[in-house]
């Protein structure tokens, strides 16, 4: 298996501008989980899916962030407007169910806004 | 609320010698899981060792260790015999079992730099 891919592996994209970041989970896993990193805020969760559908987004900064999971394979994070202190590097990882132990990480998006 | 500390932020070691990473955790919950996980600087999220609060047993995957001490809430990572391919920053997270749904709660991390 291929893991979980994330894309694009890196981001650069100006104050203002839409961003959307890319994942496909592990075939056959059924929960989705997107993190955030950043220097000061460390590793957080901001939103996980079970069965293509958000269970818990209370870690969603505001509304400009918004993650979609139209089907089992595929999953988005959109960031609009896109700001400076969206500056991380986005995770998405992914569980063989909502009860699982184990999670898989891709290998990240950092994403700098300018 | 659940909570991890990491209280060594950055810590280093000779090639060949051991290294303990501390981290304590706090919960009122009785099961749950506890990981340590390793970030290259390729950035990529390595599971190193995982532990069931519910088994006594301190897990072991070679050269790393665990000393699990629930009463303590302490969770500590003992890297016997460093390798310089251990320079990493190291993660210590804590996963409940009622209900989180496989939310990982992360430590701050501890960077360790493992010297020729």
């Known amino acids: 298996d291929a893991g979980v891919i994330q894309s694009p592996r890196h981001e650069v994209t100006e104050m203002g501008q839409e961003v959307t970041l890319r994942c496909k989970p592990i075939?056959?896993?059924?929960?989705l989980f997107w993190y955030r990193q950043t220097m000061m805020r460390g590793l957080e969760l901001l939103i996980y899916f079970n069965n293509n559908v958000p269970i818990d987004d209370s870690g969603m900064p505001e509304d400009r962030f918004s993650a979609k999971m139209p089907n089992a394979s595929f999953s988005t994070l959109k960031i609009q407007p896109s700001e400076p202190r969206d500056s991380a590097v986005y995770f998405c990882a992914s569980s063989p169910s909502e009860l699982s132990e184990k999670l898989f990480f891709g290998s990240g998006t950092q994403l700098s806004v300018l | 609320a659940q909570t991890v500390t990491q209280s060594q932020p950055e810590m280093s070691v000779q090639e060949a010698e051991t290294v303990t990473l501390s981290c304590t955790y706090d919960t009122s919950e009785n099961n749950y899981y506890l990981f340590w996980y390793k970030q290259p600087p390729s950035r990529q999220m390595i599971l190193v060792i995982r532990?069931?609060?519910?088994?006594?047993q301190n897990a072991t995957e070679n050269r790393f260790s665990v000393n699990f001490q629930k009463a303590a809430k302490s969770f500590s990572l003992k890297i016997s015999d460093s390798q310089l391919g251990d320079t990493a920053m190291y993660f210590c997270a804590f996963m409940g079992t009622y209900n989180q749904g496989g939310k990982l709660i992360f430590g701050q991390g501890t960077e360790l730099s493992v010297k020729p």
């Open positions: 532990q069931e609060a519910y088994k006594q």
């Open positions: 075939s056959g896993h059924n929960s």
